[in-house]
C-alpha cells in the first residue's frame, strides 16, 4: 500500500517524478520517459511552465488549430482553437466559409459589467446597517483607492457598490454587490483584491460607528470573492441570409433545413437533455478559443451555464427564425475575458494567439469568441438536421482510430482514401486494415 507522502512539494522535479512512478505505476522507467518526452529540459520554456502552477512534472499538450475564413463585422479572422477533439476545427473552419459567402457574421458587446461580494452575517437592526452602509461607501472606494488607481487610469474601475438583504435566504446574511469595469482584463485578481480591502474597511468601521448598539457591531464576515456570473458582461452574435441560401449539397431543400434548424432550436430551448447537448457543442467553440487565448475557461464555462439556465429551467444558448424568408441565427452570452494580464502575454503560444487575432480588446474577443461558438453551433445543426453528425465525425475520427490501431504511414494514406467512399465505424475501419495487412 502507499504510504502518504510528507513535503512533496519540497522534493526536486526527479524525486516527484520518481515518487510517483514507483508508488502509482507498474513501469516506473516507461513512465519516466514518456514524462520526458513532453519535457523541455533546462529551458527557458520550461522554467516558465513549471511556475504556472505547483508540483509540475511534465506538460499536458493539446492540440492548436486554426480555423481561417471568419468574417466578423467585416474584418477577417484566423481563429486559433485549442481543442482535443477531432471535427471541431474543421466544422468551424466550414460553418465561417458558408457564412463567408453570405455576408459573414456580425458581433456586439452589449455590457462589460464584472461582479463581486462581500457575504456577512448581521444580526441588528437592517436600517442601521442600511445607513452605516451608505455612511463608509465613500470610505470604502476611498481605502481601495491603491488598488485601484491603474483601472481607473485604464478608464475602469469600481462602478457601485450596493447592500444586498438576503435574509429571505439564509437568516441574518448580507452581501455587499459591487460592479466592476475591467476594460481589458478579465480582472479576477483586482475584484478580489477590493472585495477583501471592503471587507476590512466594513469591519474597521463598524467599530467607530456611533449608530450601532455594541452587540450590533459584530459583523461576521463569511467570504470576500468575485462571481463568475456575470449577466451583465454580455456579448451577442449573428448570422442571417435568406432561406434559399441555405441550399444543401444533399438531398434536402434549404426551406426543409432552415424549417429544421429553427426546429432544432426550439427543441433544445424547452428539453433540458437536448439543450445540454446542444450548448456542448457550443462550448466546443468557444472552450477552444478561451482556452487558446489563455482564458479560465472553468469560469467561462460556470458563467455560461447559470445564464443558459437564468429562466428557472436550462435551455439553448442559441436561437433561430425565419421571418419574411429570411433566416437568422443568433446567440447571447456572458463571456468575462481578458487580452491583459493573467497568462495572456506570458504563455508563448497564448501570446501568438493573440497576435494572430491581431491584438484584440477584451471586447474584441468577447465577439469572435460568441461567433466561434455560434459557428459551431450552426455547423453542428446543420449536420443533425440533414446527413447526421457521424458520417462527418468519423472520417475525422479516422486517424485516431488508424494510430490506435498501430497502423503506418501507408497505411493510413491508404485507408483516408478508402474511407473517403465508405462508413468508417471502429468495426469497418479494423476490418479494412486487416484486410490490407493480409493483401
Ligand atoms: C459533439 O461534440 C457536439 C454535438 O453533440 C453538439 C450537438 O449535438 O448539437 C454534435
Not at 502518504?4 to 516527484?16: C, N, Q, R, V, W
Not at 513501469?27 to 527557458?44: A, G, M, N, R, V
Not at 429570411?326 to 497564448?350: D, M, N, Q, S, Y
Request: hydrophobic letters at 40%; proline letters at 3%.
Amino acid at each position: 500500500m502507499v504510504q502518504p507522502i510528507k513535503g512533496f512539494s519540497k522534493l526536486s522535479k526527479e524525486d516527484k517524478i520518481d515518487w510517483v512512478a514507483r508508488n502509482y505505476t507498474v513501469k516506473p522507467e516507461d513512465t519516466k520517459e514518456i514524462l520526458q518526452t513532453y519535457w523541455h529540459s533546462d529551458s527557458e520554456l520550461q522554467k516558465l511552465h513549471d511556475e504556472f502552477i505547483e508540483n509540475t512534472i511534465s506538460n499536458f499538450y493539446l492540440p492548436l488549430g486554426i480555423a481561417p475564413n471568419f468574417l466578423i463585422n467585416g474584418e477577417l479572422y484566423a481563429i486559433p482553437m485549442a481543442i482535443e477533439e477531432s471535427s471541431v476545427v474543421a466544422a468551424a473552419s466550414k460553418a465561417a466559409k458558408f457564412w463567408l459567402e453570405r455576408g459573414g457574421f456580425s458581433a456586439r458587446v452589449l455590457g462589460t459589467e464584472k461582479i463581486g461580494q462581500v457575504h456577512f452575517i448581521y444580526k441588528g437592526d437592517p436600517e442601521k446597517l442600511q445607513a452605516f452602509i451608505s455612511q463608509i461607501k465613500p470610505q470604502l472606494l476611498k481605502d481601495s483607492s491603491e488598488i485601484t488607481k491603474n483601472m481607473v487610469k485604464r478608464g475602469g474601475g469600481i462602478t457601485d457598490i450596493v447592500l444586498v438583504d438576503k435574509r429571505d435566504a439564509i437568516e441574518n446574511y448580507y452581501q455587499l454587490h459591487a460592479t466592476f469595469e475591467t476594460r481589458d482584463a478579465m480582472g479576477a485578481n483586482f475584484i478580489n483584491s477590493c472585495l477583501e480591502q471592503f471587507a476590512n474597511t466594513m469591519l474597521r468601521e463598524t467599530e467607530n460607528y456611533k449608530g450601532f448598539d455594541d452587540n450590533e457591531r459584530d459583523i461576521d464576515v463569511v467570504m470576500s470573492i468575485l462571481s463568475n456570473y456575470v449577466p451583465g458582461c454580455l456579448v451577442r452574435a449573428e448570422v442571417s441570409c435568406p432561406v434559399a441560401e441555405l441550399e444543401d449539397e444533399e438531398s434536402m431543400t434549404a426551406e426543409a433545413i432552415a424549417d429544421k434548424i429553427v426546429r432544432a432550436v426550439r427543441i433544445a430551448q424547452a428539453e433540458p437533455y437536448r439543450a445540454v447537448t446542444h450548448n456542448k457543442g457550443i462550448m466546443n467553440g468557444i472552450d477552444a478559443v478561451v482556452l487558446a487565448t489563455g482564458n479560465d475557461f472553468r469560469a467561462v464555462e460556470a458563467g455560461i451555464h447559470a445564464y443558459a439556465a437564468r429562466g428557472g429551467s436550462y435551455s439553448s444558448l442559441t436561437n433561430a427564425s425565419i421571418e419574411n424568408g429570411i433566416f437568422k441565427f443568433w446567440i447571447e452570452i456572458p463571456l468575462a475575458l481578458g487580452t491583459v494580464g493573467g497568462l495572456t502575454r506570458l504563455h508563448p503560444l497564448v501570446n501568438l494567439a493573440l497576435k494572430i487575432l491581431q491584438n484584440p480588446s477584451a471586447e474584441d474577443l468577447m465577439k469572435i469568441t460568441a461567433v466561434a461558438g455560434l459557428a459551431q453551433n450552426f455547423a453542428a445543426m446543420r449536420s443533425l438536421v440533414t446527413t447526421g453528425i457521424q458520417q462527418g465525425h468519423m472520417k475525422m475520427h479516422l486517424l485516431n482510430i488508424l494510430n490506435q490501431m498501430g497502423a503506418n504511414d501507408d497505411e493510413k494514406k491508404t485507408l483516408v482514401h478508402y474511407f473517403r467512399e465508405h462508413s468508417a465505424t471502429h468495426g469497418a475501419v479494423m476490418e479494412a486494415l486487416q484486410k490490407l495487412r493480409q493483401d
